[in-house]
């Protein structure tokens, strides 16, 4: 069993910066595929970032280049870091985590990012 734990969420201005933060226990952190999710209110939950166990990324048009997800395995920690932020950037954001050939995902409680002026 995973547990995931986000944590770096808050109020920040239009075109500010901010840096999530998900820490991983309970599995070989290494062997996971490490994501990044959003949902905001009244819409779907969307893909943010992903992080592959060798430290490739993928993103969506819409963050790409705005948004970078790292990960920091003696820490088993992965983190997003998310500049030029826009309104629309507004939402919960979750931390998942699936090892490669597994069906299972796991999620985090998830982290609330209010972009406002």
């Known amino acids: 069993q995973v547990q995931l734990v986000e944590s770096g969420g808050g109020l920040v201005q239009p075109g500010g910066s901010l840096r999530l933060s998900c820490a991983a226990s309970g599995g070989i952190f290494r062997f996971y595929l490490m994501g990044w999710y959003r949902q905001a209110p009244g819409k779907q939950r969307e893909l943010v970032a992903t992080v592959t166990s060798g430290g490739s990324t993928n993103y969506p048009n819409s963050v790409k280049g705005r948004f970078t997800i790292s990960r920091d395995n003696d820490k088993n920690t992965v983190y997003l870091q998310m500049s030029s932020l826009k309104p629309e950037d507004t939402a919960v954001y979750f931390c998942?985590?699936?090892?490669?050939?597994?069906?299972?995902?796991?999620w985090g409680q998830g982290t609330q990012v209010t972009v406002s002026s």
């Open positions: 998942s985590a699936i090892r490669a050939g597994s069906t299972e995902l796991y």
